[in-house]
């Protein structure tokens, strides 16, 4: 399946006329923030919390998708997506807190970020000479390191998940007006647990633009396909041009078939960056580094021999400065929707048509300074095996598993406790170096 997002015609620009608020599970659905080919992203509050700190993002299976031909296909694919989405813990990947059912269709819930996509960032302001090419090299650095992440996660017996993202591309990162870049969008991402380590059919995922040789012939994916999407966009940082120019898909993908890779970097290119991204969009996947952990070490010690290092503060004031209209009207927008919410007094969800499948904190865990978020994430899994097909619950049920979530978005949670997995890790070593110090006395 080829995906070109529909969504590019409305990207973040929040439109009050779009829709009006509507009741959806635990949230009302303020309005339409994007529309993909399978998807649909909401800006949601809270029934409980109407206040613009707590609004969310819900993303819900499109109807004409879910009622389609290939209905069952895009269901599994969405609830693949929420499930995986729910274990995902990273600074630098979109936080996901609920997922579940309302009235039999599937969406999952999400911090909602204030920003814009990378793929913004660069129509927007490339032409202003406004992007500079250090603040891209982070903005990828910290995309590269979310995908190190995703691809290392583990599952809660420590099997190791085989996850690929497959769809690494600029309308997939995200770049906050304040705080760290995040990595969206795992809704073609693959686990190597899933078909095609079984043998099934490998289906063509994710865009065209950014897809490695190997993807295009229908060949096992792999960790390299989003080395090579990650090459792609740093080299069209350096460029400042579309890698592909104006090809169409299909000639694109003809020449990724044939391993016809084209070199866009000239002399005035900084050749140990230019090093780096050939070596990432090597046509030959054992051509290039073998883990995308090996891309993000080359990257930072670029950075980190720039004047700037790749400080994004300075893109973030032009950022503030040109988006200032943009950013004010979508809060105007959304502060008056929740104004007249407000004033029409909402109820409690409906639990008889609400199920939640799985929730966490919607505040992330915070981390000691010094050590890296966890590589996997237990609490999450609960998810696992959770997500089927199964007939709506009885009321009963539902009702129970309304309670937690609803608490949850209140901030008054019943949490479930999350040590984290880096303090367990830092303990077990003191015990160890501890016992090693008391044995060799
Ligand atoms: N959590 C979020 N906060 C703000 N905007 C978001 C969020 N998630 C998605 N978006 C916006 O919606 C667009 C589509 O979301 P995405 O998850 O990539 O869905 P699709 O499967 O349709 O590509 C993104 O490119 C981004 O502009
Ligand atoms: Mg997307």
Known sequence: MTREPSHTLFPNSLDASRTRAKPFGNFHVLIKLA??????????????????????????????????PEAEAFRDMFLAEARLAMRLEHRHI???????????????????????TLHRLRSKLRKHGSLPLDAEVRIL??????????????????????????????????????????????????????AEAHGGPIALAGRVRYMAPEQARRERSDPRGDIFAAGL??????????FWKDGSDEAILEALRENRIPDPFHADHDPALVKIVRAA?????????????????????????RPTRGDLAPLRGTMATFFAEERGKAERTLA???????????????????????????????????VPP???????????????????????????????????????????STIPVPLIAAVLVVLAALGWFLAHR
């Open 94 to 116: 979109v936080r996901t807190f609920e997922a579940g059912f309302v009235s039999g269709s599937g969406y999952f819930a999400m911090e909602y970020l204030r920003g814009q």
């Open 281 to 305: 969009i090597q046509a030959d996947p054992d051509a290039r580094p073998q883990t995308i952990h090996a891309l993000r070490t080359d990257l930072e010690s670029w950075l980190n021999r």
């Open 233 to 242: 966009l740093l080299a069209e940082a350096i460029t400042g041009d579309r």
């Open 336 to 370: 008056t929707l929740l104004e007249e919410l407000a004033g029409t007094a909402p109820s409690a969800p409906a639990p008889s048509e609400h199920r939640i499948l799985a929730a966490k904190p919607r505040e992330a865990p915070v981390y000691p300074a010094s």
């Open 35 to 68: 529309e993909g080919a399978m998807g649909v992203v909401w800006v949601a509050a809270p029934w409980d919390r109407l206040t613009s700190d707590a609004l969310v993002v819900v993303k819900t299976l499109r109807a004409d998708v879910a009622a389609g």
């Open 141 to 194: 650095a910290d995309t590269v390191a979310g995908l190190h992440y995703a691809h290392t996660l583990r599952d809660a017996d420590g099997a190791p998940l085989g996850v690929v993202h497959r769809d690494v591309a600029a309308q997939n990162i995200f770049v906050p007006y304040t705080g760290e870049t995040k990595l969206l969008d795992f809704g073609v991402a693959r686990a190597s647990a899933t």
């Open 374 to 416: 966890a590589t996997s994430v237990r609490s999450a899994g609960e998810l696992d095996g959770t997500v089927d097909d199964a007939p709506a619950p009885a009321l009963e049920e539902s009702a129970k598993s309304a309670a937690p979530a609803a608490a949850t978005s209140s901030g008054t949670a019943r949490q479930k």
